[in-house]
């Protein structure tokens, strides 16, 4: 087979393969719950292409993301999810960061009678937006970071500093090695939209300040899968990558138009979204080579 007929091969397999997947996500229900394996008390919310992790406790359930986001109804059919499961109280709502995509909706979980913890940056920006379907925090966490300890559970929330946002929680299990960690490392995936606000050199810090905790498994908030540390390792070598390249291209004159037509990641190409993330992956770090910033 000569190369230009493996090419064709190869493309029409991976898009083959793109088309079971979506056609795969297209036959899911709206709405999922499933309980992480090798937990007693650990499940995933899936509403859509956003997910978010509770905890159910002998004193009450701590959850986090309402993900309810243009979906009117996502804040109570989350806490109906949860009511499938338990009927005790809920007493905590994380938000991981201030973005709206993942934690607008939470009303159903303050009637419910939670109180919302977020990032003292988080709280700052949801003072200033006042948007209505998203609840201000009850209590703000500091750059030292906060446990909560409830009926036998801990879980540790970490700030890592400027990441996918300023007002990032990376959320940690001790006992069950697991964290909840989002937007900043999606598993199997390939960066897009949220690059518009990312801090890139940072970043790739707290990855590394992520890697170096003591956690086995990561929960993503965008399935689809649970991750590891290769994962993490991967989404860090590909941002290094994503960097490296585009520093070459913003340092020779070429950002904007140039440099963005130019910027390819070849390795990555068979990732999921990469057509369509290349430009925001490009956009951002043009702004980091071709302005500083």
């Known amino acids: 087979m000569n190369v230009s007929r493996a090419w064709l091969a190869g493309a029409i397999l991976i898009g083959c393969s793109q088309h079971a997947t979506a056609q795969q996500q297209a036959q899911r229900p709206q709405i999922e719950t499933t309980k992480v394996e090798g937990t007693d008390n650990v499940y995933i919310f899936r509403n859509g292409n956003h997910q978010a992790m509770f905890v159910v406790t002998g004193d009450g359930v701590i959850a986090t993301d309402p993900v309810a986001y243009g979906r009117p109804t996502g804040g109570q059919a989350y806490v109906d999810e949860i009511r499938k499961i338990t009927k005790a109280p809920i007493k905590y ?59 036998g559970t801990t879980l540790e929330l970490k700030y890592v500093g400027l990441n996918h946002s300023d007002s990032t929680l990376v959320m940690r299990l001790p006992k069950e090695k697991l964290i909840f960690v989002v937007d ?82 070849p390795k990555y190409a068979t990732l999921p979204g990469y057509a369509n993330g290349l430009q925001f992956v490009a956009r951002r770090y043009c702004g980091l080579w071709g302005r500083g910033t």
Not at 108 to 131: C, M, P, S, W
Request: with cysteine.
């Open 184 to 265: 900043l490392l999606p598993v199997g995936r390939m960066p897009a939209r949220g690059m518009i606000d990312f801090y890139p050199l940072e970043a790739e810090d707290s990855i590394k300040k992520i890697l170096a905790m003591d956690w086995d498994r990561l929960i993503p908030g965008h399935p689809d899968g649970i991750g590891t540390k290769k994962d993490a390792q991967f989404q860090l070598q590909l941002l290094q990558d994503a960097s490296a390249e585009m520093k070459k291209l913003g340092q020779g004159g070429k950002c904007w138009d140039t440099a963005e037509k130019e910027f390819q990641l």
């Open 93 to 151: 709502l994380i938000y991981s960061h201030h973005h709206f995509d993942h934690i607008a909706g939470g009303k159903a979980f303050k009637d419910a009678g939670a109180k919302i913890v977020a990032h003292q940056r988080a709280t700052q920006r949801l003072k200033q937006l006042q948007d209505p379907h998203t609840p201000l925090p009850d209590e703000s966490v500091g750059n030292g970071g906060r446990t909560i300890k409830l009926g």
